[in-house]
C-alpha cells in the first residue's frame, strides 16, 4: 500500500476490465515458504540481486521469523533460482506457549507461531537499476524466558543482516503495568504482552512501529517507536509514544480482561498514513480515554517535533463510551487519505464511517461525516458488523469512488463530489447509501442461506469482510480493477480459511464479479496460507 493507504495502484498499464477474465489472466505459479504469511508481499522492481543482476523481487514474511526474497518475474514453477535469498531471524514462538504466558489459554488469533506479523517497509536507494536498499522488519522470539522484539535492517540484495536494535522503551505514566509511585512511576514497553500488528512506515529516514496486543490480554498499550535509520548500521530511537500513560481499571468478570488503559493499535494490519510534511496518523483500539494523556478509540495525529514523538492533534467518537464498552474500537481499521484533500476516511468495529479534515480533527467533537456501512450493530449483545483494514479509493475526473466491504457485507462504493461552496471542505459524500453495491457478500453466519440482520441476534459476526485494492491506468475508464481478499465460505476468526481473490469493474462493482481465483479452479481446497 502507498503511504497515503489508498490501496490504489494508478500506474497499471497491462490489466484491464477487457484482460481479466479466465481466458487471459490466472495463476502462473506458487512458491512454498516456513510459515504463515500475515505480512503483505512487497514488489520492488530493478532490483539488485544476489549476483549483481537486476530483478523484481517480491519480500515475504512468515511467522516463523523467515524472510524471503523471490524472482517475481520467474514463473517456472519447477524453478531452482526463483528463491534469491532466505534469512531467518530468530526461533518463533509457538502460539500456545505465548497465550499460555499471558493468560489467554485457548486463544487462536495466529497460529502455529508468532514470529514476524507486520509487514515490513524497504528503503531503496537511487533510481539507477540495479537499485540497492534496506529491508527493515520486526521480529518476535523467546529465547530461554525471555521474550523480545528486534528491529534488523536487511540488505535488499543478499538479505544479510546490516544492523538491529532491540525495542525497548518506558514512559512517565501511572498506567496498567506501570511501576515506582508518583512522579516517578514508569510504564515500560512488555514485548510479552505486546503485538506489532501494522505495517512499518518510512518517512525519509524515520522508521514508525507500532503496537497493540494479543488476544485482549493484558497489561497491554499502545506503542509508537520512531527510529532513525539514516545509517542502517546504526538503527537508533529517537522517539516513543504510550497511548494509555494512566489508564487503569478493573477487569471484566465476563471475559478476564481489562477494560480501560490499552488503546492497541492494530488496524487489521493496515501500516500508520503519512502526509506531505511527514505527520503520522493512525487508530487506535478500546480502553481509556480522557483527552489528555489517554486517547484508546481515536485517530491520532503524530509527528517527531523537537526530539520527541508527540501527539498533534486527534479524533475521537462522542460514543466512545460504547466503543469501550461494547468491543467496537475504533482501531481495527486504518486511516486512509482523501487525494489531493486535506481529508481523511476511518472506520472501525462499530461499522461507521467518518469523513475528518486532517488539518482539524477535531478532537472529541465532531468530524465532517459520519453514517453507517454495514449493518446497524446489536449492542445488547456486543455484536457488531466490524470495518477491518480500510477503504480503497480511485480519484476520478469530477469525483472520487471509495469502496469498502465490512463484516457479513456487500462491496459498497460510495461517492464523493466536490464541495467548494462556502465553507466547503473540497469533497464531501455524495450520500451516505451507496452509489453502487455488488450481488455478492462477504461470508456471514448461515451461509449460504439468506443472511438474516436480526436486531436480537447473539452469534458473534464472520470476519473479516474483504481487503480492498485497485489498479488501473490514472482515471481512465475501463482501466479500474478492484481486488477484494476474502474468506470462500466460512468465518475466518480465530482460524485459517480457505480464501478466495476477486475481481469487480471498479467502475460499478453492481456488474457482478469479472474473475475470481476459485472458478479458474487454479487454487484447491487446501489451505493457501504459506504459500505465495
Known sequence: NNVARTGANLNEKKLTVANVNNNQFGKLAYRTVDGNIYAQPLIVTNAKGPNGDTKTMAIVATENNSIYSFDAEDTNQASATAQLWQKNLGPAIPYDVLYKAIGAQGCTDITLQIGITATPAIQVTGNASPRTGVVFVTSKTKVDTTYAYTLYALDLATGNIVGKIPIEGEVTGTGLGSTGTGANAKIAFNPLYQLNRPALL?????????????????????????????????????????????????????????????????MSGEGPALDESGNVYLTTGNGTYNGRTDFSDSVLKLKVDGGKLQILDWFTPMNQDLLKDKDYDLGSGGVTFVPNSHLAIAGGKEGRMYLLDRNNLGKGGQSLQSFQVTPNPVPVNEIGYNIHGAPAIWPRQGEIFVYIMGEEDHLKQYRLIPDTGPGGHGWKFESDQPFKTSREVAPYFGWPHPAVYSPTRTEPTWMPGGFLSISSDGATDGTGVLWVNMPFERNANHEVVRGVLRAFDASDVSKGEIWDSQSTGQIGRASCRERV
Do not use: M
Not at 468478570?253 to 492494530?266: D, M, Q, R, V
Open 202 to 266: 518510512l518517512s525519509g529516514n524515520t522508521l514508525y512501529v507500532a503496537f497493540g496486543g494479543h488476544c485482549d490480554h493484558g497489561p497491554y498499550h499502545g506503542w509508537v517507536f520512531a527510529y532513525d535509520v539514516s545509517n542502517p548500521q546504526a538503527l537508533r530511537k529517537i522517539g516513543v509514544l504510550c497511548t494509555t500513560l494512566n489508564g487503569t481499571g478493573p477487569i471484566d468478570p465476563a471475559k478476564h480482561t481489562y477494560i480501560e488503559g490499552l488503546g492497541g493499535i492494530w
